[in-house]
């Protein structure tokens, strides 16, 4: 089920964006096929929603008739995601060159941190790093603080597994029309500059400077914060607009003439006074007051918080696969709905599967298992 059935995906097993990219193609209906190392980790039932819906197969990847094993899987792929240091796939003797011979079509996803080239491309990183280098990190925090990283969302998922998403999927829509697949280098420095695009745009309108937290966007604004409330929790506004800055007003019981919305020199002021009638109310009084008007104002929820809001519940945002509760997919569709996701294969529990529905025969299959290629 879902708008992408029928397509199929290898996923080399890795960390952080690659599993994200492959957990959205297959949420959407994609034959994603995981490829794990033999070892150890194999029969593992691991609980990581980002490793839900698809089938695993454990390859000895030192193991010529395993690198044989993969390059055949390769054969009847439209895609693969690799998440490797430029150059591992190469010296495994499965880099682009080799793979396309088999498969012209196929679509070569590659995410790295760094990308392919470039002077830092060999370089160890994580996501606080790239979205550093990208210009992304150093204007997200409060006025007179160190920038805040932003968890990983802006680096691997964001600027990273999302971007190879959309790239992979690109890639196929173009090798239907020209018959021919290509490499797809996603990586997650440039999907961080990418995500930055409209500060780009708002710096060259000479409406956004460089100073951290004084912006419209950044918390520089009194009506752009959250607020604690007076239990200790706290509430988030959005009333950028001129009309739901005015509802703001009406609900939170301000005086209009004592809190003007656009003098720039008075924010900071604002926003001390504006804290001040916050925390007169706890954050579910604030709710009974404002929540679902043109306030542009929500809840600060907790993880364990989110999946129990009534909106959340509604919209089914939140799904139990396998005892733990995770996002269900998305995005929705009228016609192509997608499944509830399986909860994680054994690692290497699906190799009969996937090798047969790849047309592997039985005795071949055997063999593989005998010769240690696959676990």
């Not at 995906?9 to 297959?26: D, N, Q, Y």
């Not at 990847?61 to 150059?87: S, W």
């Not at 009638?277 to 918080?305: H, Q």
Request: aromatic share 6%.
């Amino acid at each position: 089920m879902g708008p992408l059935k029928g397509i199929r995906v290898l996923e080399f097993a890795g960390i952080g964006p690659g599993p994200f990219c492959a957990m959205l193609l297959a949420d959407m209906g994609a034959d994603v096929v995981r490829i794990d190392r033999a070892g150890p980790g194999a029969g593992r039932v691991p609980v990581d929603p980002l490793l839900r819906g698809r089938r695993s197969i454990a390859v000895d990847l030192k193991n010529p008739k395993g690198i044989e094993t993969v390059l055949r899987l390769m054969a009847g792929a439209d895609a693969l995601i690799e998440g490797f240091r430029p150059g591992v796939m190469e010296r495994l003797g499965l880099g682009p060159e080799v793979c396309l011979a088999r498969n012209p079509k196929l679509v070569y996803g590659r995410m790295t941190g760094w990308g392919q080239d470039g002077p830092m491309s060999q370089a160890a990183g994580h996501d606080i790093n790239y979205i550093a280098l990208a210009g992304a990190l150093e204007g997200i925090g409060r006025r007179g603080q160190p920038p805040l990283p932003p968890l990983n969302l802006v680096g691997d998922f964001g600027g990273g597994g999302m971007l190879l998403a959309f790239g992979v999927l690109a890639g196929l829509l173009e090798a239907r029309s020209s018959g021919k697949g290509q490499v797809c280098d996603a990586a997650m420095v440039d999907g961080a500059a990418l995500l930055m695009s409209m500060f780009w745009g708002m710096r060259a309108m000479g409406i956004w400077n460089e100073e951290r937290g004084t912006n419209l966007l950044d918390t520089g604004a009194h009506f752009y914060e959250v607020y604690e409330c007076a239990d200790g929790k706290y509430v988030s506004l959005g009333s950028i607009e001129p009309q739901f800055y005015a509802e703001l007003v009406k609900l939170g019981g301000l005086d209009a003439e004592k809190f003007p919305q656009l003098d720039r020199a008075r924010w900071p002021e604002l926003k001390q006074n504006l804290a001040a009638v916050f925390e007169k109310k706890t954050r579910d009084e604030w709710c009974a007051i404002m929540e679902g008007s043109d306030v542009c104002f929500a809840p600060v929820l907790a993880m364990s918080e989110a999946p129990k809001h009534p909106h959340n519940v509604a919209r089914r945002t939140f799904v139990e696969v396998g005892g733990v509760t995770q996002p269900a997919p998305a995005p929705r569709f009228s016609r192509t709905a997608p499944a509830v996701p399986a909860p994680p294969s054994k690692t290497g529990a699906d190799g009969e599967s996937v090798l047969a529905s790849f047309g592997f025969s039985a005795e071949e299959i055997r063999g593989l298992r005998e010769s240690k290629a696959i676990a």
